[in-house]
């Protein structure tokens, strides 16, 4: 069965400091992922997602992630953090042979500090 | 308004009873799914449904039953709650091959 591993559960930066926030997923076959955030008290939202062609990607608000496919990670980062990017992020695994179901990481939350 | 909209937003509960939680869309997506949220667990799918006459279950089904009335319709039973079942449970909805999928605010269970 899939799996996805998110190996800091919690990351506290300051402001302004660059984060780096790790994920590896185990499927060995082609695969989309993406990362979703959730901020205090709200649902889930896309952050970004890799379904083919560049293995960089990047979202509207700064951050990116690389698709690795030798090492079966999806790195999320970015170069200079808001106290408004304190919130828990998720990365997330579709297979596309089953179904397309997702697989979540088990989250890391973000805290960023002034 | 909200694209998927989830009731109730919160509840308390006493165990043995039986609790409906229910999410609606108006985003036209055929699939709805239904996760719950525990701390360091991540989102765990617990029924999916692709159109109004596919219901499948997900990973952690047991002690929950689903029903899609209508496209736009699906709702989460749990028939005897226990308090193991107190968590944060989400809504979300997608459409085609891409899965991106769109999620609820939602619903904060706790079982006494």
């Known amino acids: 069965a899939q799996s996805v591993t998110q190996l800091d559960s919690q990351v506290p930066v300051f402001e302004e400091a660059p984060v780096e926030l790790r994920c590896n997923y185990s499927?060995?076959?082609?695969?989309?992922l993406f990362w979703y955030v959730q901020y205090p008290n709200q649902g889930l939202q896309l952050l970004l997602k890799?379904?083919?062609?560049?293995?960089l990607v990047e979202s509207i608000n700064g951050f990116e992630a690389e698709f690795n496919k030798s090492q079966t990670s999806f790195h999320l980062r970015k170069p200079s953090v808001h106290i408004s990017d304190t919130a828990e992020y998720f990365c997330a695994v579709s297979e596309r042979a089953a179904g397309n179901k997702l697989t979540f990481g088990g989250g890391t939350r973000v805290l960023v500090k002034p | 308004d909200a694209d998927v909209t989830q009731t109730p937003r919160n509840r308390i509960t006493k165990t043995g009873k039986r609790i409906m939680l229910e999410c609606s869309q108006t985003?036209?997506?055929?699939?709805m799914y239904w996760y719950r949220q525990d701390p360091g667990l991540g989102l765990r799918l617990i029924y999916y449904s692709f159109d109004v006459k596919d219901i499948n279950k997900g990973e952690i089904s047991d002690g929950y039953s689903v029903s899609r009335q209508a496209q736009a319709k699906f709702s989460l039973s749990l028939e005897s709650a226990i308090p193991n079942q107190t968590a944060l449970y989400f809504c979300?909805?997608?459409?085609?091959?891409?899965?991106?999928?769109?999620f609820g605010p939602g619903t904060r269970l706790t079982v006494l």
């Open positions: 890799y379904l083919s062609g560049s293995t």
């Open positions: 985003k036209g997506h055929d699939r």
């Open positions: 979300a909805t997608s459409v085609g091959y891409l899965n991106e999928q769109f």
């Open positions: 499927s060995s076959v082609s695969v989309y």
